[in-house]
């Protein structure tokens, strides 16, 4: 698969797209039942944080006093809006955290309004403005939960990350390579089946809560509060718009840095991951809705005017398109 960038019909980019679905009922070495593109491995980056969620549950005990709007937030790339930051400075306050523990590193949120709001008030962006602050966040409470070192929580050899990668080995079928995410904390190196096997597993666990009790409502809190897990005009919100009926019933998605995106379709029983290989977002965002179609048709309800299909100058006027094309250009 293809995403061509045109403008006056004339290719001015071409972005290879790989795709891979994995049947739910397949395990962690489920082949793929479907495919497109060569099989390439990835960082998984942000679309692994429903994975990175369950092994802080894990280390909490006992997750029931969290609600649904605090598992989201913890699984989220937020853009920093002021629900959001409510929302971390909640898990923070639930769990004795000091905000000031947060290790993501200062950045600007990406929500621009809320970023203009900012600057005009003469405030720095802070560690909570960060996009996985919440995942932080979560990752603190575990440690304070269990005792463990709360100053190097982000390194691979802490027992919490060493949590998470021994769980990426069991659900994926493979051992991740480990490096370093923008966040600071490890980013897993996987094949686009290894992920897909992984959110196979959190489809049928939406699905059927006795697969994994809190797997189930990770994915299905995520799934009811797409604005929690992302924000305004972005992807994953937009996405989840789109979805044909409940969105816990059939869908959930989750966006990773540099062109990759990975969804569970409880209703089909589906895991997949997307990614562009070149990273290019805006051709992720027209990949992600072709792939679906082909994988699962019907999820979404069609959009006539998705945004990121039509190119627009600075002045808001349509001066090119992104088209989905096979390989061989059909």
């Known amino acids: 698969m293809l995403v061509l960038q045109l403008r006056a019909g004339l290719c001015e980019t071409r972005h290879q797209v790989s795709a891979v679905a994995v049947s739910a009922t397949g395990g962690p070495t489920a082949d793929p039942c479907w495919r497109t593109g060569p099989e390439v491995g990835s960082t998984w980056r942000s679309a692994a944080k429903p994975l ?50 947060l290790r993501c590193g200062a950045e600007p949120p990406v929500h621009r309004p809320t970023l203009a709001a900012l600057l005009a008030a003469g405030e720095p962006p802070r560690p909570i403005h960060n996009d996985c602050s919440g995942k932080h966040a979560m990752m603190l409470a575990a440690c304070h939960a269990r005792g463990w070192p709360v100053d190097d929580y982000r390194d691979p050899d802490h027992p919490l ?22 966040c600071g904390v490890p980013t897993l190196w996987l094949s686009l089946t290894g992920m897909a096997r992984a959110w196979a597993r959190i489809a049928a666990a939406m699905a059927d809560a006795a697969v994994d009790p809190t797997l189930h409502r990770i994915g299905r809190a995520m799934a009811a509060h797409p604005w929690w897990t992302s924000g305004d005009d972005r992807l994953d919100l937009a996405l989840a718009r789109r979805v044909v009926g409940p969105p816990p019933d059939h869908y959930v998605g989750k966006i990773g840095a540099r062109g990759l995106f990975c969804v569970a379709l409880p209703s089909r029983g589906l895991g997949v991951a997307i990614k562009v290989a070149d990273g290019d977002e805006d051709a992720l965002a027209v990949a992600v809705p072709a792939v679906l179609e082909a994988v699962a048709p019907g999820t979404l309800a069609p959009a006539p005017r998705w945004p990121w299909a039509t190119i627009r100058d600075v002045i808001g006027r349509p001066v090119g398109q992104r088209l989905v094309r096979d390989d061989n250009g059909a």
């Open 161 to 182: 990350q060493r949590g998470v990668i021994d769980l990426a080995h069991q659900w994926c079928g493979q051992v991740p390579g480990v490096a370093t995410d923008g």
């Open 52 to 101: 990175q969620l369950r092994a802080c549950l894990d280390a909490l005990g006992d997750p029931s006093s969290l609600g649904d709007v605090d598992l989201a937030i913890a699984a989220s790339s937020h853009s920093g809006q002021d629900g959001h930051l409510a929302a971390v400075r909640h898990l923070l306050d639930r769990f004795g955290v000091d905000e000031a523990e």
